[in-house]
């Protein structure tokens, strides 16, 4: 371990934690900071906030307490997005479609009590307590990038666990080919669900060995607090290397399926959001073209578009998953 946790319940970092450091807030910033003299004092601090978010934390939510991923590819080399960026340009419907529709109005949702149900086709069906379900793994720090099918792309920590971890749980029976996530569809709390946008309530799904890759991941927090509303408290999925869409907020029903579940963006525009939905600069939306992103907060006159990368840039990770399969047939 790379950390140690003292009798004031905090983790503390060591001197072997910088270089993740530079990872966490781009080494070339690192290199920068080096050459100019002033590493000492930069390095403190991203030491300090890189061994535990919570140490230098936004401070807004409470604190998630997370150690750093040990999963293959969970921790990208990029600079993090701001805090504040990641939490004012979203993407949840139920409060609204434009950008800052879920930050100003998200405040409304009730995340306490907050149960997830886990049916269909499992030996163990259950109703977890969030505060259970929290407790069923160890958090992890992971570092993804989020790649919005319209374009745009962001760098965030999350805080979570492995979502096989909850499979692994609660036993799947052998019919079980798919797992369909549903999240929250409250009228009198979210005023998007009046809208006629998606057939509510929002539903996602995946395959069952997507469900089970240790990239999955079921997330409870994001920079070392728990969710903010408008990210998709209490908790949501995030899977990396498909478009944003996929990673469902706020999520109340999970459930074991032989079908192929009917998720609501199918629904809405079948020709434009297929169930793999597997980010790829090779595989045009019919209204545009998806080989490059706009990273949010490099988006002054001067900034340069970044290229897609296959799966998100986790191709190492997850190609093997669709080995084989017509990734323009099952886009
Ligand atoms: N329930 C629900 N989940 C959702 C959405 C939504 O509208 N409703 N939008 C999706 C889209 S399009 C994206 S890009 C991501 C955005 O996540 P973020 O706001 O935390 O960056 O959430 C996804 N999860
Ligand atoms: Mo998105």
């Known amino acids: 371990?790379?950390?140690?946790?003292?009798?004031?319940?905090?983790?503390?970092?060591?001197?072997?934690?910088?270089?993740?450091?530079?990872?966490?807030?781009?080494?070339?910033?690192?290199?920068?900071?080096?050459?100019?003299?002033?590493?000492?004092?930069?390095?403190?601090?991203?030491?300090?906030?890189?061994?535990?978010?919570?140490?230098?934390?936004?401070?807004?939510?409470?604190?998630?307490?997370?150690?750093?991923?040990?999963?293959?590819?969970?921790?990208?080399?990029?600079?993090?997005?701001?805090?504040?960026?990641?939490?004012?340009?979203?993407?949840?419907?139920?409060?609204?479609?434009?950008?800052?529709?879920?930050?100003?109005?998200?405040?409304?949702?009730?995340?306490?009590?907050?149960?997830?149900?886990?049916?269909?086709?499992?030996?163990?069906?259950?109703?977890?307590?969030?505060?259970?379900?929290?407790?069923?793994?160890?958090?992890?720090?992971?570092?993804?990038?989020?790649?919005?099918?319209?374009?745009?792309?962001?760098?965030i920590p999350w805080v979570g666990y492995s979502l096989s971890k909850l499979v692994e749980r609660v036993e799947p029976l052998g019919g079980a080919k798919f797992v369909e996530f549903v999240t929250l569809a409250d009228s009198r709390t979210m005023p998007g669900v009046g809208s006629r946008v998606l057939d509510w309530p929002y539903v996602e799904g995946l395959r069952m060995d997507e469900a089970m890759h240790p990239l999955t991941l079921l997330s409870f927090g994001m920079y070392g607090e728990v969710l903010p509303n408008q990210n998709g408290a209490p908790v949501r999925l995030v899977v990396p290397w498909k478009y944003g869409f996929k990673s469902a907020k706020s999520l109340v029903k999970i459930r074991f399926t032989d079908r192929e579940p009917k998720t609501a963006w199918n629904k809405a525009a079948a020709n434009e959001y297929g169930f793999y939905s597997n980010v790829n600069p090779n595989v045009d939306h019919p209204r545009w073209s998806q080989a490059t992103e706009r990273r949010i907060g490099e988006d002054g006159l001067f900034a340069k578009k970044r290229k897609t990368l296959m799966f998100n840039g986790y191709e190492a990770q997850v190609g093997q998953l669709y080995a084989g399969m017509d990734l323009k047939k099952n886009y």
């Not at 072997?16 to 910033?29: K, L, P, Q």
């Not at 800052?100 to 998200?106: E, I, K, L, M, S």
């Not at 269909?120 to 977890?128: E, F, I």
Request: charged share 25%; hydrophobic share 40%; glycine share 8%.
């Open 1 to 155: 371990m790379l950390i140690r946790s003292d009798d004031d319940g905090f983790i503390h970092p060591v001197p072997s934690e910088i270089t993740a450091a530079a990872v966490y807030h781009g080494r070339r910033d690192l290199l920068k900071a080096l050459a100019a003299g002033v590493a000492g004092p930069v390095l403190a601090g991203w030491a300090s906030r890189d061994a535990l978010a919570q140490v230098q934390r936004p401070g807004k939510l409470a604190a998630l307490p997370a150690v750093k991923s040990g999963v293959a590819g969970a921790m990208t080399m990029e600079k993090v997005t701001e805090y504040n960026d990641a939490t004012s340009y979203n993407n949840f419907y139920e409060f609204g479609t434009d950008k800052d529709d879920p930050y100003r109005n998200a405040k409304t949702l009730r995340t306490a009590p907050w149960t997830v149900e886990i049916e269909g086709l499992v030996k163990k069906p259950a109703r977890y307590a969030i505060e259970d379900l929290l407790k069923l793994g160890a958090q992890e720090e992971r570092i993804y990038r989020l790649r919005c099918v319209e374009g745009w792309s962001m760098v």
